[in-house]
């Protein structure tokens, strides 16, 4: 019989993470306050006439690079100031901007310490970076 060495781990090409929101169907159209969570890839670096990459990160110019950021949002009505405070970052719209809709800001890390915002649109509209990232 064949033994097999168990490695701990899955090897693979890529790993996601999906974030979801923790309201029920019938509220999430409606519910004012959540999530912004934006995304922006860069293409690998181009080659300079020699050969050499740009990039001082020789994997960063093979495979570009990823970024993420996470803005709350208190009420959806004044989003645009977030949205635009991202795009003014380098964040898309069009490409990797999306709202979901969440109970509260302290259910949010609670369930993704990870994801914590970098950004708070207040009820008023007025978008902040937090000075403390640790509520």
Known sequence: AKKYLTMGFRV???STYTFETDLPPSSRNNHPSGILHAFRSTPPAASTTSGSSNSSNSSDSIIGREEHTFAWITNSLHIESAITHLEENGFDRAEGIVFLPYSTKR??????PHAEPALECLKSGKCVVPMNLHP
Do not use: A, C
Request: glycine share 0%; net charge neutral.
């Open 12 to 14: 693979d090409n890529k």
């Open 107 to 112: 259910n949010w890390l609670d369930r993704y």
